[in-house]
Nanobody, 116 residues
Framework: QVQLVESGGGLVQAGGSLRLSCAAS????????MGWHRQAPGKQRELVAD???????NYADSVKGRFTISRDNAKNTVYLQMNSLKSEDTAGYYC??????????WGRGTQVTVSS
């Protein structure tokens, strides 16, 4: 069992930055990949970025060059640095962890609102 808690969301102006954090607890040794997804009202949840246990990363085209995902395995924490934020980045951001057995775990989300 893995528990994920996101933090760092808030209200920022377009062009600003935020850093989201996701702290994992429980059976953290079972975690393989971690990632961030987002969901705006009335829209499907979409992958923003993910990172493997070895540090390999993937990004959605819409955030590439602006967002950076990283992880600190010693702290069982994954981060999402978001720069040059746009209004269309407004969404609930959810942390996800995938176990080595391909089980998925979700955090409850943190809201990011970008004003213009």
């Amino acid at each position: 069992q893995v528990q994920l808690v996101e933090s760092g969301g808030g209200l920022v102006q377009a062009g600003g930055s935020l850093r989201l954090s996701c702290a994992a607890s429980g059976s953290t040794l079972s975690i393989n990949a971690m990632g961030w997804h987002r969901q705006a009202p009335g829209k499907q949840r979409e992958l923003v970025a993910d990172i493997s246990s070895s540090g390999s990363t993937n990004y959605a085209d819409s955030v590439k060059g602006r967002f950076t995902i990283s992880r600190d395995n010693a702290k069982n924490t994954v981060y999402l640095q978001m720069n040059s934020l746009k209004s269309e980045d407004t969404a609930g951001y959810y942390c996800k962890a995938i176990s080595h057995g391909f089980l998925g775990y979700w955090g409850r989300g943190t809201q990011v609102t970008v004003s213009s």
